[in-house]
């Protein structure tokens, strides 16, 4: 859905990004993209696990977020960082925050 007109699954994938910058996928990316299931590999994980999820993200809807979180074991945290995109923009130095954060109290 993202690439539209521009997805092309046995060539070069290409989409404009609203900045202007384009983003080229090539074919090797989209047969291998069919061998993986997320959810069902993080119903197996068993360690501990943060997710973080721009609150203005037009990309990715925030219900995703919400059914991997469903699906992950214990020790289990999200994070949704109000009006972040998808690139978690403006908010990236707080999302850097977050994650040191996390990492400190998680693996100490």
């Given amino acids: 859905n993202l690439f539209g ?26 047969k291998d993209f069919a061998n ?16 973080i999820h721009g609150g203005s993200d037009d990309i990715v809807p925030l219900s995703e977020m ?3 979180y469903e699906l992950a074991n214990q020790q289990k945290q999200k994070i949704i960082l109000e009006g972040a995109d998808h690139g978690l923009e403006p908010k990236r130095e707080e999302m850097y925050k ?6 400190s109290k998680t693996l100490s």
């Avoid at 997805?7 to 989209?30: A, C, K, L, M």
């Fill in 66 to 68: 919400e059914a991997i």
């Fill in 36 to 51: 993986h299931n997320l959810p069902s590999q993080v119903k197996k994980m068993n360690y501990p696990i943060l997710l």
């Fill in 5 to 30: 007109s521009g997805y092309h699954p046995d060539n070069v994938s290409t989409r404009i990004q609203s900045d202007g910058r384009i983003t080229e996928i090539n074919s090797e990316f989209w």
């Fill in 98 to 103: 977050v994650v040191i954060n996390w990492f």
